[in-house]
C-alpha cells in the first residue's frame, strides 16, 4: 500500500504479511509511517494506491471489525465516563450481549489494575490509566487481531510488564497482536517476529527466535593476531574488527564459535579471553536504520 | 441501526454536560424571569389606566413575539456553540478513531451523533419556546395563533443550523467550522433584514437580495414564516420589526429549507465516509 497527503508521502511502499496467533513487532523511527500503516490496516486512512487483506475481507470491511481490537496511540474519550461505563460503550459498539458484559467488564478491569480505580471519572486518569482503559476497550470483544499502537507509552515499569502480560495472553488465546512499539527491548521480549520501516517502506523482517540464535558479539582479548587470521575470519563472521588487542567481532551464529576460537589458536594468536555476548534489537535496529536516525 | 442509537445516546449525555448548554439554560430562565417581570409590570400599569382590551391584547402580544424571537436567536447559536467540536473536535484529538474502527459505517457515527444533539436541542426549544408561551398565557392571558408551527419552524431552524455546522466540521476545524455556520447565520439574518426594509423603501432589488440570502441559508427565513404564523396584525405592520409580513416566506421556502436540511447532512455523513481519520 503507499499513501501520500498531497506531495509528502507517508507510507511508500507497505507490504507485509502477518502470521495468524503471533505476535508482530511494527518498528521504525519517527515519521516512518507506522500509524498511518495501521490506520490503513483498519480502514481510518485511506490507501492512495494499493489494497490489504486483513483476516480475509478487504482492510475497513465493517463486519471484519467485529473480529479487531485497536488501543490508538493517544487514547482519549469522554472524561466524565467511568472506566465500566467506557467499556460498556464500546463493546455496545461491537455487539456483545449484555449479559457477557456483566463478567467481561470487571475481569478486563481486574485484568489492567483498574478495579481501585472503577468508581474515578476517566478525565481524572495519569496517561498511564488511560493507556490501560484503552487496553481494556481494545480487548472487551475478544477480538482475533489487536492493534496496538504504542501501548506502553506513559506506563511505569509495573505497566509495561502488565502489558507484555496481557500481550502475551491474547496468543495465548489464539488471537494475533500487531504491536507498534518505540520500546526496543519490550518488543525484543515480546514479539515473535519484527517488520523494521523506513521511509515508508518495509526494509527488513526478522524472526525474532531465530535471531536470538544468530549474529553473536564477540569480544576478545589476543596478542600475535596476523591479517591472514583476520582475513579468514569472515567464513563465520559478519564484521571483525581489531584494535591493539581487542579484537570485536559479529559471529553468524552460537554454533561457528567453537570454529572460530580453533581458528585463531591454529593461526597461532594467544588468546586471553573470549566473551560472546548476544547482538539486541536495537544494534540490529541501528544498523537497518543507519546511526543518523534517531527514535 | 443500534449504533446510531448508541452514538445518540452518549452524544445526548455529552451535549447535556456542556457548559454552553447550562449557560444557554441559565440565560433562557434568566430571560423569562425578566420577561415574566416585564409583563408583570406592564400589566400593572395597565391595570392603573384602564386600558382598552385590544390594546392591552396587543401590546402583550407583541412583548411574547419579542420574547420568542429572542428563545429563536438564544436556541440558533446555543445550536452552534455546543455542536461544533463534536466532530472537528474528535477528529483533531483522535477520539474518534477507537469509534469509527468499531463495526458499524461512518454514516451511522454522524446520524448518531446529530440525532443526539436534535433530542437536545429539541429539549431546549421545548423548554424556552413552550416556557415563554406558558409565562405569557399565565400572566396576561395571550398566545400566539399558530404557537405549535411557530415552534416547530424554529426548532427547523436550529436542526438546519446543526446539519451545517456538521457539514463544515467534517472538513474544517472546530474554530473555522463556527466561523462559517455563523457567518453563514449572519448572512440571512442580514438578509431578512434587508427583504422586510423593501417594505419601507418599496425596493425589489432588496427583496431579491433577501431572497438570494434565504436561498444560501434559509435559517432567517423559517423565522420570518414562524413570525408571520404567529403575530397579531398589530405586530405585523411594525416596520423593521422581526415581525412585519412585508415578506412572508411561503410554503415552497419551507419546503427548501427541509430538503436543504437533507442535503447538507448528507454531504456531510458522505465526506465524513471518505475522509481519513
Given at each position: 500500500m503507499r499513501k501520500a497527503y498531497g506531495g509528502k508521502v507517508a507510507v511508500r511502499n507497505l507490504s507485509l504479511a502477518v502470521r495468524a496467533g503471533s505476535i508482530f513487532g511494527f518498528l521504525g523511527p519517527n515519521g516512518a509511517g507506522k500509524s498511518t500503516s495501521i490506520k490503513m490496516l483498519l480502514g481510518l486512512v485511506r490507501p492512495t494506491s494499493g489494497a490489504a487483506i486483513v483476516l480475509g475481507a478487504p482492510a475497513g470491511d465493517v463486519e471484519t471489525r467485529r473480529k479487531i481490537g485497536f488501543l490508538p496511540e493517544h487514547f482519549r474519550f469522554y472524561d466524565w465516563l467511568t472506566p465500566a461505563e467506557l467499556l460498556r460503550f464500546h463493546a455496545k459498539l461491537c455487539g456483545v450481549a449484555p449479559a457477557k458484559l456483566?463478567?467481561?467488564?470487571?475481569?478486563?478491569?481486574?485484568?489492567?489494575?483498574?478495579?481501585?480505580?472503577?468508581?474515578?471519572?476517566?478525565?481524572?486518569?495519569?496517561?498511564?490509566?488511560?493507556?490501560r482503559i484503552g487496553l481494556a476497550q481494545a480487548l472487551i470483544h475478544e477480538p482475533e487481531i489487536v492493534f496496538l499502537d504504542e501501548p506502553t507509552s506513559g506506563l511505569d515499569p509495573m505497566g509495561r510488564r502488565l502489558v507484555r502480560d496481557v500481550i502475551r495472553a491474547q496468543r495465548d488465546r489464539g488471537a494475533t497482536v500487531f504491536l507498534n512499539s518505540h520500546l526496543l527491548s519490550e518488543v525484543e521480549i515480546t514479539c515473535d517476529t519484527v517488520a523494521f520501516l523506513k521511509d515508508?517502506?518495509?526494509?527488513?523482517?526478522?524472526?525474532?527466535?531465530?535471531?536470538?540464535?544468530?549474529?553473536?558479539?564477540?569480544?576478545?582479548?589476543?596478542?600475535?593476531?596476523?591479517?591472514?587470521?583476520?582475513?579468514?575470519?569472515?567464513?563465520?563472521?559478519?564484521?571483525?574488527n581489531l584494535e591493539g588487542e581487542k579484537l570485536s567481532l559479529v559471529a553468524r551464529s552460537t554454533e561457528v564459535l567453537a570454529d572460530i576460537l580453533r581458528h585463531l589458536v591454529l593461526a597461532g594468536a594467544q588468546v586471553y579471553s573470549f566473551t560472546p555476548g548476544q547482538a539486541s534489537l536495537e544494534d540490529l535496529f541501528v544498523r537497518i536504520m543507519g546511526e543518523d536516525r534517531g527514535l | 441501526m443500534i449504533g446510531t442509537w448508541v452514538i445518540a445516546g452518549i452524544t445526548f449525555r455529552e451535549a447535556a454536560r456542556k457548559k454552553i448548554l447550562w449557560t444557554a439554560l441559565g440565560a433562557g430562565v434568566g430571560f423569562l424571569l425578566l420577561f415574566a417581570l416585564a409583563l408583570h409590570f406592564q400589566i400593572r400599569d395597565f391595570d392603573a389606566r384602564s386600558t382598552s382590551p385590544f390594546i392591552r391584547y396587543q401590546v402583550l402580544s407583541a412583548m411574547m413575539l419579542v420574547a420568542l424571537y429572542v428563545v429563536n436567536l438564544l436556541a440558533v447559536l446555543m445550536t452552534i456553540l455546543t455542536s461544533v467540536d463534536s466532530v472537528s473536535g474528535e477528529i483533531s484529538s483522535g477520539t474518534i478513531q477507537a469509534i469509527a474502527m468499531k463495526p458499524l459505517p461512518r454514516w451511522q457515527i454522524l446520524m448518531g451523533k446529530w440525532l443526539g444533539f436534535a433530542a437536545m436541542i429539541s429539549a431546549f426549544v421545548a423548554l424556552t419556546f413552550g416556557g415563554t408561551i406558558g409565562v405569557a398565557y399565565l400572566m396576561a392571558g395571550v398566545a400566539p395563533d399558530n404557537g405549535l408551527s411557530g415552534g416547530l419552524l424554529v426548532l427547523l431552524e436550529c436542526l438546519l443550523a446543526l446539519a451545517m455546522t456538521f457539514l463544515f466540521s467534517t472538513w474544517f476545524s472546530t474554530l473555522t467550522s463556527g466561523v462559517i455556520v455563523i457567518g453563514l447565520y449572519g448572512l440571512a439574518f442580514m438578509g431578512g433584514w434587508l427583504e422586510q426594509m423593501s417594505g419601507f423603501t418599496e425596493s425589489a432589488k432588496l427583496v431579491t437580495i433577501g431572497i438570494i440570502t434565504s436561498l444560501i441559508m434559509p435559517s432567517e427565513a423559517l423565522w420570518r414564516r414562524a413570525a408571520a404564523d404567529m403575530a397579531t396584525p398589530v405586530a405585523a405592520s411594525l416596520p423593521f420589526s422581526p415581525f412585519a409580513n412585508v415578506s412572508i416566506p411561503s410554503d415552497t421556502m419551507i419546503a427548501y429549507a427541509v430538503v436543504y436540511l437533507f442535503v447538507a447532512l448528507a454531504v456531510g455523513i458522505y465526506h465524513f465516509h471518505v475522509r481519513d481519520l
Open positions: 456483566r463478567e467481561r467488564v470487571p475481569a478486563l478491569l481486574d485484568l489492567v489494575g483498574l478495579t481501585p480505580h472503577r468508581d474515578k471519572r476517566v478525565g481524572a486518569f495519569s496517561k498511564g490509566m488511560m493507556q515508508g517502506e518495509v526494509v527488513a523482517q526478522r524472526n525474532l527466535a531465530s535471531f536470538a540464535n544468530s549474529e553473536v558479539h564477540v569480544t576478545a582479548q589476543a596478542r600475535c593476531l596476523s591479517a591472514d587470521a583476520m582475513a579468514g575470519l569472515a567464513r563465520w563472521t559478519v564484521s571483525a | -
